[in-house]
């Protein structure tokens, strides 16, 4: 079965590159993915994939039924959308769309599941179970389009029991994939607090209530969240990139806008966190004669990977990249709105290698340079499909 995917997988590769260069070309921003979601329906269509269903006004949902399709259900899940990005790559497959650009590689998610329906399609005499694809949209921009799939019913009809999505990752050099059993990445949630005191003269200070040294008092106390709150074991940060007092060398202002992310990996502590952070914002701000409105915007859950099947995929990979090309990734207090699928079902995420220093492709996702080794398409597209037969396949 290995052989055989392979051998499709580098069959199709012109194909997959093709596909994602086109998506590349035609990139579209959270939501609005409507001609991107057409493309992929006609690709699943032109394959006879015919069991699709839309989804969260942008996405979509297809079968792949092999022999005795009730056996299991394992679903696959791509992301479609880019980001408010000038692209500044000169390629021929350059963004037509100016202003975005697909700068965190959801084209290449893309291309590669429509590559592996191809295999699994082609293959699906051959094996038992369903495979259920998931191209959703909005990973980018809150609530994320996962929640939205979710709630519109795309892990029902038929259920599946385990979920596996891949990302590219330009720190991996192209050949590889990465893994990480359990805890992998953050919960993120932003912070905007507005702290109001009255404003003055700056050399009266006795006649104002300073929102500046307020705010400066509660922003160094609210680091003892994560000092002395958060259990030692479990990774949180706590960051204001964003402060603003429009007062002057000598103006007190009349308030303070703060806003910050706040990242941890634990469900339960980061709901205490919230809790703590208001009370202790609130006891600061009040004990110093001003008012707070501290408003915590939740974003994605934290991503847990399933440690039994992780290990099953990373033993997969192996099998067949070969073991010089697994690597094993470190926690990342980034955040992925796959976190959502993780809290429902088995799940892996894993990471797709793109890097390639001797063609000078190095440049971070959420840059304008950002690009990949179009070669990491054909491993994106097989070894999915693999995954996924395998995991049908195995007990
Ligand atoms: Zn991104
Ligand atoms: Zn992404």
């Known amino acids: 079965m290995k052989a055989k995917i392979q051998a499709l997988a580098k069959n199709i590769k012109s194909e997959v590159i093709t596909n994602r260069r086109h998506l590349h070309q035609n990139p579209e921003l959270s939501f609005q993915e409507y001609n991107t979601v057409k493309f992929v329906s006609e690709k699943l269509q032109e394959m006879g994939i015919d069991l699709q269903e839309s989804k969260a006004e942008t996405g979509l949902v297809a079968l792949i039924k092999g022999k005795n399709p009730e056996k299991k259900v394992i679903a696959l899940r791509a992301d479609m959308d880019a980001l408010p990005i000038i692209e500044q790559n000169e390629v021929d497959y350059k963004s037509q769309n ?23 399609n082609e293959l699906k005499e051959e094996f038992e179970g369903t495979v259920k694809l998931i191209f959703q949209p909005g990973e980018e921009q809150l609530p994320g389009g996962a929640s939205l799939m979710i709630k519109d019913g795309a892990l029902q ?5 385990a979920i596996i999505g891949q990302h590219v990752m330009p720190l991996i050099p192209v050949g590889k994939v990465g893994f ?17 005191g009255k404003g003055g003269h700056g050399a009266l200070p006795e006649l104002t209530i300073d929102p500046i040294v307020i705010s400066a008092n509660m922003i160094v106390s609210l680091q003892q969240i994560v000092s002395r709150g ?10 204001f990139g964003d402060i603003h007092g429009h007062g002057a060398t000598n103006v007190i202002p009349d308030e303070v806008k703060i806003q910050g992310t706040f990242r941890t990996m634990n469900e339960e502590w980061r709901a205490e966190a919230h809790e703590r952070m208001v009370k202790m914002a609130t ?15 939740k974003g994605y859950p934290y991503l847990e990977n399933d440690e039994q099947l992780t290990h099953k995929n990373r033993a997969r990979a192996v099998d067949y990249l070969g073991e010089e090309n697994i690597v094993d990734l470190d926690i990342w207090l980034g955040a992925e709105d796959f976190s959502y699928y993780t809290q429902e079902m088995k799940a892996c995420f894993y990471r797709l290698g793109t890097r390639n220093e001797s063609k000078g492709i190095v440049s971070a996702v959420h840059t304008p340079t950002f690009d990949i080794d179009e ?7 097989g070894f999915m499909a693999y995954l996924a037969i395998q995991e049908l396949t195995e007990n």
Do not use: Q, W
């Open 157 to 161: 009809n038929p259920n599946p029991e």
């Open 375 to 381: 070669d990491a398409l054909e491993i994106g597209a």
């Open 230 to 239: 958060a259990p030692p074991k479990i990774p949180c940060v706590l960051t």
């Open 98 to 120: 100016e202003g975005v650009m697909h700068a965190c590689g959801h084209d290449v998610h893309t291309a590669s599941l429509l590559g592996a329906a191809k295999i699994l």
């Open 283 to 297: 006891g600061i701000v009040e004990g110093m004669g001003g008012t707070v409105e501290f408003e915590i915007r």
């Open 180 to 196: 990480r059993a359990g805890m992998y990445m953050a919960s993120c949630d932003e912070l905007h607090i507005t702290v109001k």
